[in-house]
T-cell receptor
């Protein structure tokens, strides 16, 4: 089955710096890669996703890149702000009714003012 | 529109006791899921349902049972709780399979087994 590895487990940056979180997956059939953000004590919420027919996707200060050959994808946050502090989870899945998301173990991002 | 609602939010059990977590969604979603979240382990799928009357095992199903008698409700049961089941449990739903659809999560239920 699918296995998703996520690095680093913790990341501390200064406000205004960029942050990068990387994930690798094992199943070459996976073709859907979402990122969820979980603020302290809150529920996870989708912030961005990418499908395998796209190499990069941007939404304001966040972007996700996908390298299918290497089976890895990354989350990039630019101009970080204190409200970006949270745990971020990557996930991978095969699309279709039977595809279930497999999550990475999470990255705790701390943005210092 | 409440989204996904979980009850109870907190519960303390003794080893061997049983309990049921209730998840309710008002978005008419077909798919519903139960995850557990443990420190450093991410979100692991316990069981899921692709529609009313159906259930299936996820990554870590042992020690849990589920039922989906009504489309809007997904129940997670622990028949004989163990300390290893101390965790935060999240219910989620999606319009179609999570393989390409946004998961809407509940607020979580923190369970402690003594």
């Amino acid at each position: 089955g699918e296995n998703v590895e996520q690095h680093p487990s913790t990341l501390s940056v200064q406000e205004g710096d960029s942050a990068v979180i990387k994930c690798t997956y094992s199943d070459s059939a996976s073709n859907y890669f979402p990122w969820y953000k979980q603020e302290l004590g809150k529920r996870p919420q989708l912030i961005i996703d990418i499908r395998s027919n796209v190499g990069e996707k941007k939404d304001q200060r966040i972007a996700v890149t996908l390298n299918k050959t290497a089976k890895h994808f990354s989350l990039h946050i630019t101009e970080t702000q204190p409200e970006d502090s949270a745990v971020y989870f990557c996930a991978a899945s095969i699309t279709g009714s039977q595809g279930n998301l497999i999550f990475g173990k999470g990255t705790k991002l701390s943005v210092k003012p | 529109n409440a989204g996904v609602t979980q009850t109870p939010k907190f519960r303390v059990l003794k080893t061997g006791q049983s309990m049921t977590l209730l998840c309710a969604q008002d978005m008419n979603h077909e798919y519903m899921y139960w995850y557990r979240q443990d420190p450093g382990m991410g979100l692991r799928l316990i069981h899921y349902s692709v529609g009313e009357g159906t259930t299936a095992k996820g990554e870590v199903p042992d020690g849990y049972n589920v039922s989906r008698l009504k489309k809007q409700n997904f129940l997670l049961g622990l028949e004989s709780a163990a300390p290893s089941q101390t965790s935060v449990y999240f219910c989620a739903s999606s319009k179609q399979g999570s393989g390409a659809n946004v998961l809407t999560f509940g607020a979580g239920s923190r369970l402690t087994v003594l």
